[in-house]
């Protein structure tokens, strides 16, 4: 997790309200309607289903409470106003009690393609929609009570499992690979690069080993993405020897990374 962010997240009123200024709601407008454009064909079934539930449009960035109307009725979350950079145990003991942390900022316009923070594009647009999805939300759940318990040791290779499902999982479907992870489906580049461009590897994500086994850096193009057969993958991954299977990965070691050397493979948020 970053140590430090140049956002400031807003607090809300009394009421749950957030007072955007017209410039704020501006950037999401711009984000909102180019996303829009290129999702169709390219986010998961789910995921587009979450984004009409949800009712999101590019008028104003929504409110939490609206958000928060929907996915009490689906899937029984809640989203959760947090500040710009929370801590790893805040961050797992909110979706540990399917609360979703927000950072309630918008990246500035110079920002509009890429920015290291998860601002409330990223958090609303991207990762929203599928947590109305029963199943998914389920294993983020399910995903955050296992790092909680986890040995110091283990919870980098749990970071990598949130890293390429959460973030940026591919799901193959009877239309053809299809993103289901917030942090493709929040960027306009990566989103068309996931499923097109030939630079990337795309590789079955099976029993979850090998993606436990592969560094990523936060702060590029993915060069590899995992790809789910059915969700039901993420269901056997919760539901198996999760520790077990990490213990593995440990024992045969990482492999080698297809990136430069960073140091920036940190805890996602
Ligand atoms: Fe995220």
Not at 19 to 47: C, K, M
Not at 85 to 93: A, D, H, K, P
Not at 117 to 130: A, L, R, T, V, Y
Not at 215 to 238: A, C, K, T, W
Request: with cysteine.
């Amino acid at each position: 997790m970053n140590t430090h962010s140049k956002y400031i997240a807003k607090i809300p009123d009394a009421a749950g309200l957030i007072d955007y200024t017209p410039e704020e709601n501006s950037v999401w407008h711009d984000l909102f309607e180019r996303q829009q454009q290129i999702i169709a064909n390219r986010g998961s079934s789910e995921f587009l289903h979450g984004v009409k539930l949800l009712d999101m449009s590019a008028t104003r960035i929504p409110q939490i409470p609206e958000m928060n109307a929907v996915l009490k009725r689906c899937t029984g979350w809640q989203v959760e106003p947090v500040a710009a950079l929370i801590s790893n145990e805040l961050f797992f003991n909110l979706l540990a009690n399917k609360k979703f942390p927000a950072a309630t900022f918008i990246r500035r316009r110079e920002e509009l393609d890429y920015l290291q923070e998860p601002d409330i594009f990223h958090e609303f647009f991207g990762h929203c929609p599928m947590l109305t999805e029963q199943h998914y939300a389920d294993f983020t759940q399910n995903y955050a009570i296992k790092t909680l318990e986890a040995a110091p040791e283990d919870r980098p290779y749990l970071a990598r499992l949130y890293w390429f499902t959460v973030e940026f999982g591919l799901v193959q479907t009877l239309n053809g690979l299809r993103v289901y992870g917030g942090g493709i489906l929040s960027s306009k580049e990566e989103t068309i690069y996931s499923i097109e461009s030939p630079i990337p590897a795309r590789l079955p994500f099976g029993n979850g080993l090998d993606a436990l086994r592969t560094p990523y850096r936060i702060d590029i193009l993915q060069p590899v993405y995992y790809v789910l057969e059915s969700y039901g993958d993420l269901f056997n991954i919760m539901n198996k020897d999760l520790f077990g299977l990490i213990h593995q990965a440990q024992d045969l070691g990482d492999f080698e990374p297809r990136f430069e050397a960073s140091d920036t493979e940190l805890y996602p948020c």
